[in-house]
């Protein structure tokens, strides 16, 4: 395969092969690139599982009123999001010495464990113990699949990589949630085990999945450490790199940005089958239908996402990233809010739901990942993007814990509101950015 000629929006940065729309780094083989795609199409829905599955947990296992599950599944994301919160900027500097296949490979062996044991808990503080393994390898994987994808594509189709990774998430979750929901009913009503046991099962199933996808992460990404990490600075030295980056007006964006969309993504996979799943056994539903009733809606908004991954895929690398960011603010807000206004989420109103929630929750994640991705400098690139997924766990932490208390205490789809105006007030800074940098180059013309 030849090397690419450089193109007229040109980078410093150096070149490797050009592979389909991908041009790739230096030193990186097509092997690589399909094995990041092989952990881009597993890791969003693995992780994602805790979650969706949760909701069975709490009522067929622990037997939690259904009036305290809102606060718990809060509880238990916020857990989760302190650990990562303490530990990701430590991975991504990590991963700059010691390289992202160890520690990516890592992260989804920790996550395996986590599954194994998470069904096994009887009581909620056993639950929450074991929600922190699942923490440890969330946390690795969160920040190793943009620090990867970011690493083996120039900057002038890293757009195009981080757009292509994201709809292998998508694809992930449709094809992988949609077998996840429906194995509690295999396992009830076609092999005839209890619900505690069919619960038991599902997660052991995805256990033993998430250690195979491990194995094979670990034998087929690029070895060692990444070039511009090669002078070995001590870890909190890389770390400071993330936080002085911030001086930058579109990294600080990017930051806040990973706070809200990450945010969004949080209150769809805490609240959105939590909500469902209520709803279906209040109408009389079994808890394994209602898992799968719920759990085919979540796929729903996930297929919908699909096509709005390859929509801001044709323009993401040709407008600027603050407008991208902008655009997929506006849309995030719409899908939000417009749940406030349905009375039967089971109905054909949430199928209008699923689509805005699809488009809009993968419109700000792309644009917030290509935005810090471009952003970053090469230098430290693992800890930047760590900063990124530091802060994106912070709004994780946020929108859990309160809308947890929202859920129980309001209604159901008050968190959901509550995400949608913080999109509102990312598009008005967005647009502020634009604004002060417009008005800056006027000022030295």
């Known amino acids: ?67 305290e599950q809102g606060r718990l599944a809060g509880n238990l994301t916020a857990v989760q999001e302190i650990v990562v919160l303490s530990v990701i900027g430590f991975c991504g500097a990590l991963s700059d010495r010691v390289g992202r296949r160890l520690v990516y490979s890592i992260g989804f062996l920790i996550l395996g464990i986590g599954y194994f044991l998470y069904p096994l808990a ?77 619960g038991i099962y599902t997660s052991w199933f995805v256990a033993g999945l998430v250690v195979f996808v491990s194995a094979v992460l670990f034998f087929n990404l690029k070895k060692g450490a990444p070039a511009q990490a090669s002078n070995k600075e001590p870890y909190f030295a890389t770390l400071k790199i993330a936080f002085k980056a911030a001086k930058n007006p579109r990294i600080a964006l990017a930051y806040t940005a ?97 689509a805005l929630l699809g488009l809009g929750e993968i419109f700000a994640n792309l644009s917030a990942i290509s935005l810090i991705g471009s952003a970053a400098p090469a230098k430290g690139r693992g800890a930047v993007i760590g900063g990124f997924s530091f802060f994106g766990a912070l709004g994780i932490f946020i929108v859990a814990f309160v809308g947890g208390r929202l859920f129980d205490s309001i209604s159901p789809t008050a968190p959901f509101t509550m995400v949608g105006i913080a999109n509102i007030g990312l598009l008005v800074l967005a647009l502020f950015v634009l604004f002060i940098e417009k008005k800056k180059k006027n000022s030295q013309t």
């Open 1 to 67: 395969m030849k090397i690419q000629s450089k193109p007229s929006n040109y980078s410093p940065e150096e070149f490797g092969i050009k592979f389909g729309p991908w041009q790739l780094m230096p030193d990186i083989e097509k092997r690589h690139l399909f094995t990041l795609f092989f952990g881009a199409f597993f890791g969003i829905a693995t992780m994602a599982f805790v979650n969706v599955f949760g909701p069975y947990i709490f009522d067929n296992i622990l037997n939690i009123p259904k009036s």
């Open 122 to 198: 009887s009581t909620s503080t056993e639950l929450i113990i074991f929600r922190m393994i699942v923490a440890l390898g969330c946390a690795c994987n969160t920040v190793m699949l943009p620090t990867v994808a970011n690493d083996y594509t120039h900057e002038v189709t890293r757009g195009k990589m981080i757009a292509t990774t994201s709809i292998f998430n998508g694809l992930g979750l449709v094809l992988l949630i949609s077998t996840f929901r429906n194995l509690p009913t295999e396992f009830s009503e076609r092999w005839g085990f209890d619900p505690v046991w069919s």
């Open 258 to 354: 990973g706070v809200v969309s990450r945010g969004d993504l949080s209150v769809v996979s805490t609240f959105f089958t939590l909500w469902l799943y209520q709803v279906g056994t209040s109408q009389g539903l079994s808890g394994p239908e209602a898992i799968k009733t719920a759990g085919g809606f979540y796929v729903m908004v996930q297929a919908f996402a699909l096509p709005g991954a390859f929509l801001i895929s044709t323009f993401i690398d040709k407008i600027d990233r603050v407008v991208n960011l902008a655009i997929a603010m506006a849309v995030a807000a719409c899908g939000y809010l417009y749940l406030g206004y349905i009375d039967n989420p089971l109905s054909s109103q949430m199928y209008f739901g699923a």
